[in-house]
């Protein structure tokens, strides 16, 4: 009976304030898509530096006839020059840390080069001579990459030597960048849903507070006078939260799986509908939780005065 009692409270404030509720919904429907994306992207991030980290190549340039960079002075790096570095890779100092390493002479650069850039007009600019031979080494961990650049920088013949580490790390920041501003405009959307939420079961408290009067009057606690006004709120913010996993679910079925597993064609993992089954439930507590503490602190503060 107590229990039908609430749910007939919390039934007819939902009904008294139908386009407030649908506000609520929609603001935390749009919040936490946002918190949604930013997690799942920062999971992206998490994938990719596990699996391009480990790939990510120490390249050795040799010096082209061209170059005036390092320590080349406008001649082809020699054979003696190129054996020099192989030999320095397979000595006692670096064996330790390399867990392989391949030659890339001028056919092989070009022929890369153009499967890179079919498509850009610089390609038909570009001939074997002018791309440089290099060393790509994988190392057994790739932090200690400073090792192999101390040791190879200033042998005869070498250009430079760059740790492919660097572009990623670029990439990265630019995608963290990205998830740091989801998660601010999550944080404003959250805001205002909560301000929304504590404006909602107030106003709902007015316009029934000749119901709270006679309640008062015939001896009903505070948290029997709250719970239907929380629940309203709850409900609302659910809502919301379910809308919200459900946009995040078909993010990921339909667009990160779909469209761009099929554009990049790449080995690159992405994150897949187990991630995003993950987010769901973190969306639904968050949602509850912050409704439930608006709509709390919003009515003890009415009732009070």
């Given at each position: 009976?107590r229990?039908g009692?609430?749910?007939?409270?919390v039934?007819n404030?939902?009904r008294?304030?139908?386009?407030m509720?649908?506000?609520v919904?929609?603001?935390?429907f749009i919040s936490?898509t946002f918190?949604?994306?930013a997690?799942?992207?920062?999971?992206q991030?998490?994938?990719?530096k596990g699996?391009?980290?480990d790939?990510?190549?120490?390249?050795?340039y040799?010096?082209?006839?061209?170059?005036?960079?390092?320590n080349?002075?406008q001649?082809?790096?020699?054979?003696?020059?190129?054996?020099a570095v192989?030999?320095?890779?397979?000595?006692d100092?670096?064996t330790p840390y390399?867990k392989?390493f391949?030659?890339?002479?001028?056919?092989q650069?070009?022929?890369n080069?153009?499967?890179?850039?079919s498509?850009?007009?610089i390609?038909?600019?570009v001939?074997?001579?002018?791309?440089?031979?290099s060393?790509?080494?994988?190392?057994i961990d790739p932090?200690?990459a400073?090792?192999?650049?101390?040791?190879l920088?200033?042998?005869?013949?070498?250009?430079?030597v760059?740790?492919?580490?660097g572009?990623l790390?670029?990439?990265?920041?630019?995608l963290n960048?990205?998830?740091?501003?989801?998660?601010g405009v999550a944080?404003?959307?959250?805001?205002?849903?909560?301000?929304?939420?504590a404006?909602?079961?107030r106003?709902?408290?007015?316009s029934?507070?000749r119901?709270?009067?006679i309640?008062?009057l015939?001896?009903?606690?505070?948290?029997?006078?709250q719970?239907?006004?929380i629940?309203?709120?709850?409900f609302a913010?659910?809502?919301?939260?379910?809308?919200?996993?459900?946009?995040?679910?078909?993010?990921v079925?339909?667009?990160?799986?779909?469209?761009?597993?099929t554009?990049?064609q790449?080995?690159?993992?992405?994150v897949?509908l187990?991630?995003?089954?993950?987010?769901v439930?973190?969306?639904?507590?968050?949602?509850?939780?912050l409704?439930?503490?608006?709509?709390?602190?919003?009515?003890?503060?009415?009732?009070?005065?």
């Amino acid at each position: 009976m107590r229990l039908g009692l609430i749910l007939g409270e919390v039934g007819n404030g939902l009904r008294r304030n139908v386009s407030m509720v649908i506000s609520v919904i929609l603001v935390t429907f749009i919040s936490l898509t946002f918190v949604g994306a930013a997690i799942l992207l920062q999971m992206q991030i998490g994938q990719m530096k596990g699996y391009w980290y480990d790939r990510a190549q120490v390249a050795v340039y040799m010096c082209t006839s061209l170059d005036t960079t390092g320590n080349c002075t406008q001649s082809e790096a020699t054979q003696d020059q190129i054996d020099a570095v192989e030999a320095k890779l397979k000595s006692d100092a670096l064996t330790p840390y390399i867990k392989k390493f391949e030659y890339e002479n001028h056919e092989q650069a070009y022929k890369n080069f153009q499967a890179q850039l079919s498509d850009n007009p610089i390609a038909s600019f570009v001939t074997p001579e002018t791309l440089n031979e290099s060393f790509r080494v994988n190392l057994i961990d790739p932090t200690e990459a400073d090792i192999l650049i101390e040791s190879l920088s200033s042998m005869p013949g070498v250009q430079a030597v760059e740790d492919q580490r660097g572009y990623l790390d670029r990439i990265f920041a630019v995608l963290n960048a990205a998830s740091y501003t989801a998660i601010g405009v999550a944080a404003l959307m959250l805001i205002a849903a909560v301000l929304l939420i504590a404006t909602t079961i107030r106003l709902s408290a007015f316009s029934r507070r000749r119901e709270l009067g006679i309640m008062r009057l015939v001896g009903a606690s505070n948290r029997f006078i709250q719970t239907p006004f929380i629940l309203e709120g709850v409900f609302a913010a659910l809502i919301g939260s379910v809308l919200a996993g459900l946009a995040i679910v078909g993010i990921v079925q339909f667009f990160v799986q779909g469209y761009l597993t099929t554009a990049l064609q790449s080995t690159t993992t992405l994150v897949g509908l187990g991630d995003a089954l993950v987010v769901v439930p973190i969306l639904v507590v968050v949602g509850a939780a912050l409704a439930a503490a608006s709509a709390g602190v919003a009515i003890s503060r009415y009732l009070k005065v």
